[in-house]
């Protein structure tokens, strides 16, 4: 039930300062923090983290918009750790279109787009960070993103509360 997950506080996140603020979130709510870095992709880089799936799920030209969208800038890409970490995790980001993300979550509090706004103005929805959807896909990104050798296990406060 410990799983690992993949998130990046996308470009428009870092560019707002708001990387203290979500990893804040993150860390009160027990997750432990086991990668980080910083990095700033090219589309090549891009095009591997916002797979084939996403033309499938989302069409052609969003995943284009998401090429532009996430190497336009650094982004703070980030491995955690807990229990049931990929569904905590996407529940503490919230929904995917601002609109509709309900607030007391990242992208219901930090933005407040809808798709009908974003899709008319060619715009990549920006809602602040990546999480990934599902263990599958955090399986990938986290490969993708990180060498073993950048992934750490260590004790921190919160395992006296979630081991025996
Ligand atoms: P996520 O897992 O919640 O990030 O959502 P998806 O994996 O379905 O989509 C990836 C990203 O594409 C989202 O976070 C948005 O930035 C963007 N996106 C998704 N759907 C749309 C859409 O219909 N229109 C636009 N403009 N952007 C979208
Ligand atoms: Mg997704």
């Known amino acids: 039930m410990i799983e690992r997950t993949f998130v990046a506080i996308k470009p428009d996140g870092v560019q707002r300062s708001l990387v203290g603020e979500i990893?804040?979130?993150?860390?009160?709510?027990?997750?432990?923090?086991?990668?980080?870095?910083?990095?700033?992709?090219?589309?090549?880089?891009a095009l591997k983290h916002y797979t084939d799936d996403i033309e499938k799920r989302r069409g052609k030209k969003v995943r284009e918009l998401l090429i532009d969208y996430l190497s336009e800038g650094p982004v703070v890409a980030v491995v955690l750790e807990g229990v049931h970490a990929i569904e905590i995790v996407r529940k503490i980001v919230g929904a995917t279109e601002p609109k509709s993300?309900?607030?007391?979550?990242?992208?219901?509090?930090?933005?407040?787009?809808s798709y009908d706004y974003a899709d008319k103005e060619e715009l990549a929805i920006r809602n602040v960070i990546h999480a990934?959807?599902?263990?599958?896909?955090?399986?990938?990104?986290?490969?993708?993103?990180?060498?073993?050798l950048e992934l750490h296990s260590y004790k921190n406060?919160?395992?006296l509360h979630i081991f025996k």
């Open 101 to 113: 993300a309900l607030p007391g979550t990242i992208r219901g509090d930090f933005c407040h787009v």
């Open 157 to 159: 406060a919160h395992d």
């Open 23 to 45: 990893l804040g979130r993150f860390e009160k709510a027990g997750l432990k923090i086991v990668g980080m870095k910083m990095q700033w992709s090219d589309k090549e880089f």
């Open 132 to 148: 990934s959807g599902n263990r599958e896909d955090a399986e990938y990104e986290i490969r993708l993103w990180f060498k073993d």
